[in-house]
Structures are given as structure tokens and as C-alpha cells.
């Protein structure tokens, strides 16, 4: 009869203790906190609360418990080795023949925890783990990129579902590397960095948290180590690929084999851009920007092309995010100035994109001033637009910077305003010569009077800034006529020519008015 009583306890319980009425173990038998351990032998004879972390509420609770009465739940933290503790709960009952001792059950919840993970924080979400990816990578390079699946939430009420979290969120911050933090990718994806040494089976984990609240968890983990002595830049843009497939609509099946992939393909075409910039084997193709009410050419956007003709958009972004761009801005900067020296280039001028990345030391600056040193002249024929693909850091150091530019004579011009949330800090903090009216806007400003009436308070604010506009993408003399009736001055697009590898100054749809091949002065 005892071994059947004993039997029916130990399928409620992982550990069955007697207290006495000082608090100290009389009895106890079962597993202990860790795996291996007998709680007979670790606690016997000592009392309860030296083996809980801040166990008193729970010994206030015993000494509550009625002869005959079964008393609650308690949620208890066990010792479980230095620094850590293992999540449990405790029932208590009183036998009247054996008072005032008391009989208490003891089921582990979950794997052991740091008890610094016990204040468990809120899990990141995607952009903030990118964000923060570059610190966690420099403070441990030697890391594994870890993606954990977890179904079963979706039709849990919600008091339960916040209690799964909970233990969802205390089991992945636990197995998160030293200094990072897990975050949740999609409703059923998250991720996290972990140590390299770290065995433990997170999945299984997990599905144990959700037995503890009474929940059948479905999860799968998986992780690719990042590269020793790797580029962490290439890492991180790798990373970025890999959860930025995850959050599409169709989610990403593999995602570690995505990373593994991307970072390969990184690397790749990083040696690739690199190798181009320095062997200069990239085109420059010239667009003209020009006067709306003459037709006559202002000036050329001096566009990289790459291997058949391709637009430079995601090579751009990928030197931005791998640090590569002020080489990358500094060599198209030479070759457009080549072809501004050539034989028979009269006074063209030539419009140069610089990322706000460049700006960030005054690396782009000096080099720039360094190149048109030898003659001045043709600083006085230069502009340069500042573009808000990768933002300015100090913005107030970029404008010491842009105005060591102006001293010299070269312009500065705002590209694509009015595209993002910077543009009118960028106006306010920056001093420069024109903004360059983003296309988006252009290509509604017939049909959207919303957008019409912000491309009147752009020129009407440019106007009293004393700053000149320019459109771009500009395809129909519907357009046109519109934007000379709401001021904007100087004009770019497919209807007055496509960037060609050669300077055109003489557009087919020139006003006959013009002296042929003349080209205006800047400002």
C-alpha cells in the first residue's frame, strides 16, 4: 500500500518533503533542482528556506495550511546551482495525526534560469535586434544566429497566452548570449544569439514552458554560427537579409539556411565592389537637369552604371550598410571630374550624389578638395547632392563639413526632398544652395492636390530660403506646365533625356530661342 501511495504522489509531484514546525526538512524524497540530484540527501535536516530564493512568502503560506485542508498553489523559486534557481510549484497539506508537521508536493516548471533573468525584459522586436546586432556582434564575435519556431499560441485565451509568453519570454532571455536580448520575429518566429558552448535543446525547453501552464507547444530551433574573424559588417547585412525574408508575406521556410546563404553572397559581393572601385571598371552616364522656362541645359546628375548599364540603387546600399560608399562616392567624384577636364567639356557642370554616410568624418571633404586643388575653377562648376538613403549621424558636423564645400565655390543640393522624414531637418540644420523635388511627388502632383499643394509650400519655402528647385522625373509637358505655374524652376527627367555616357547639351526639345549648346551658369 505505501509504494502505491507513493506512486500516486510522484505522478503529481517531482519531490515529496515533510516540514516540521521549525521550518526544516524532516523527511523528503524525490529529485532534486538539478538532474541527478536526491533531495533527501541535499536537504534533510535543514531548514526549507535555505534551498528556496526568497522562499519566506512560501514558508508564511505552511504555516497558514489547515489540518485537513489542501492548500494552494505556490509558485516558488529552487536553488539550483550558483546564480541560478528553477521555477516550481507547492502544495501543502496537513495530516491531523501528524500535526503540526506538514506534507508538502514539489513540481519543477521549466529548465533551471539565471537569477538574473528573473526580471525577464520584454523581447525585441525586429528592427530594435537589427539595431542593436552590430554591439552584441563587436562585444562576441564567436556567436551562433539561433531562429526558434513556436506553434500552439494562436487560439489560446488570453490569460493563458500571456502566461505562455511569459515563460517563453524567461526561457529564450535565458538562452540569449551574455549582453543581448531574444526578439520576436513574427507570431511564431523569434531569434536570438547564443554562445557557441551553449547545448542546451531550446525547443525542448520551451515545450516544457508550455506544459507548465497545461499547453502543447509545437517547436522547432535552428542556428548557423557566425564566422570566426569574419566581416561584422558583412554579417550584419547578411542577418538583415535573413529576417527582413522572414517578416514577407510568405515568411521564409529555412532561415538559417537563408543566413548562411546571404552571408555567402555577402562576402561575395562585397570582394566584387570592392575589386570595382578600385579598379574604377564602373560607368558614369550623364542626365541633364534643365531650365523649365528656357528648355536650356543647367547642368548633368552624373549616375554610376554597372555591368549592363544597371542602375547603382542596391550596389548603393549595400556599400552604405558594409562602409564601403566614401570610396565608392570619392571615385565616381574623379571620374566625373576627368570627363569635366577633358578636351572640349567648355564649362559643363556636373551634379555628384554623396551619401550622408561620407559625411560622417571629414575623410569625403578633404579628398574632394584635394582632387579640384590644382583648379579652382572648376569647384565653382561642381555640385554636390546630398542623399538621404543612409542618414546623416551629426548633422551638425555635416554642415561644418558641407561648408568648408560652399567656401569654395561648389554648390550643395538636398536630393529627393520631400521622400523622407529627414528632408526638413536636413533644411533646417544644413546650409546648402537648392533642394531636388523627389520624384514620387513629381509624378502626382497633376492628379493628387494633396501633393500639389505640398510641392507649392516646398518652392514657396525654397523661394524664401533663397534656394533654387529642382524637379526630377519629369515625363510629359503636362508636368511641365504645371510645375512652372507653381515656381519650380530647373527640371529633370525621360522628357528632356536619358543619362547617356556622353553630356548632351543640346536637347532635342531646346527652345530654338537658345543660343545652340549653351549651358547656364549655377545660381
Known sequence: MTTRLLGLAFASADALVEIDA???????????????????ALWTGKPLVTFLHEGYGALELLLQTKAGARSPAAQILVQAGPGRVRRASLRAFILPQLAPSISCSIAYEGPAIAVDSLETPPLLDAETFLADAARVVALSPSLSLAFLDIRGLEDLAAEVAEKVQRRIEATLQSAAAQGSSAAQITSERYALFRSPGDTRDLAAEVVEAGRAE???LDAESFASN????GDTLCVLRAMRYAIEACLKDDGLANPQVAFSEALKRTFRDAEAFRAVVKSREFQVHYQPIVQLSSRAVHHFEALARFSAGAGPANAIRMAEELDMIESFDLA???KVLKRMRAPGAGLLKMAINVSGASLGDDTYVEHLLQMTAGSPADRKRLIVEITETSALADIGAANRRLAALRETGIKVCID???SGAASYDYLRKLSVDAVKIDGALIREVQTDEVVRNMVRSIVELSRSLKLETIAEMIETEEVVTELKGLGVEYGQGWLFGRAEAEPRTQLASAAPV????????WG
Open 226 to 229: 557566425l564566422p570566426d574573424g
Open 332 to 334: 565616381v567624384a574623379e
Open 416 to 418: 529627393d526632398f520631400g
Open 22 to 40: 521549525e521550518g526544516r526538512v524532516a523527511f523528503a524524497l524525490g529529485a532534486g533542482p538539478l538532474p541527478g540530484t536526491d533531495v533527501g
Open 514 to 521: 537658345r543660343r545652340r549648346g549653351a549651358v547656364e551658369a
Open 214 to 216: 497545461g499547453v502543447d
